[in-house]
């Protein structure tokens, strides 16, 4: 039974550092001289919107349609 509980706090914790480290990569942007924080220019962002449009995300409604016959039939 000890075991089991080692066990289970041991993956807890990993999972709590885990997240925490995570969260805490999220935090550091790159700061200007003046210290306001860069926002990228209209090329990157164009590039960026650029690359999210080209993204296929095949046909949805098929997919949510077997989803939908899936969840009805429980």
């Known amino acids: 039974m000890n075991k089991n509980i080692l066990i289970i706090l041991a993956v807890v914790l990993v999972a709590v550092i885990g997240i ?34 080209s993204i296929d995300l095949g046909d949805l409604e098929k997919e949510f349609q077997s989803i939908d016959a899936d969840l009805n039939s429980l």
């Open 20 to 53: 925490v480290v995570w969260l805490f990569q999220g935090q550091t942007r790159p700061v200007s001289e003046s210290g306001v924080e860069s926002a990228g220019t209209a090329d990157e962002t164009a590039a960026i919107q650029g690359e999210i449009e």
